[in-house]
């Protein structure tokens, strides 16, 4: 099947920009399970830093909503150093929240992020549980 010249011409012009997207240095967090404790939650965090340097530290202020669009509470997440390229896994447990209630985290903004700058831009926010992250 032969394309059209217009229609291969906008291939060829869109893969350079697709490429880039790509490797944009970006800071992703997952919200990868929760967990019911006795008296606290535990939220269970999935980083990757991808911004090209090391970061010493990363902190966040946490906005945890529940399932009635109430803010239960703020709080800061201390997310610790994250080297550059290699995923860390961070479990933070809040005590008297019971999960179940739990319907949105919301990443209200960075607080510390090592000598890294541009954190906030390059931050990516996803979750694998049924309680939404936004930011």
């Known amino acids: 099947m032969r394309l059209p010249a217009c229609a291969l011409a906008c291939l060829l012009l869109a893969a350079p920009a697709l490429a880039q997207e790509?490797?944009?240095?970006?800071?992703?967090?997952?919200l990868n399970r929760i967990d019911a404790l006795e008296g606290a939650c535990r939220l269970t965090f999935m980083a990757e830093n991808a911004?090209?340097?090391?970061?010493?530290?990363?902190?966040?202020?946490?906005?945890?909503?529940?399932?009635?669009?109430?803010?239960?509470r703020l709080t800061l997440f201390d997310f610790g150093a994250l080297p550059a390229g290699i995923p860390r896994v961070r479990q933070f447990d809040v005590p008297?929240?019971?999960c179940e209630t739990l319907g949105r985290v919301l990443i209200n903004g960075v607080t510390e992020c090592g000598a890294a700058e541009g954190c906030s831009d390059a931050l990516e926010l996803g979750t694998r549980t049924e309680v939404e992250v936004i930011g």
Do not use: N
Request: hydrophobic share 40%; charged share 30%; net charge negative.
């Open 22 to 30: 790509d490797t944009a240095p970006r800071l992703s967090l997952e």
């Open 51 to 72: 911004l090209g340097e090391d970061l010493d530290a990363l902190s966040l202020e946490t906005v945890l909503i529940d399932t009635e669009g109430r803010v239960e």
């Open 96 to 98: 008297g929240l019971a």
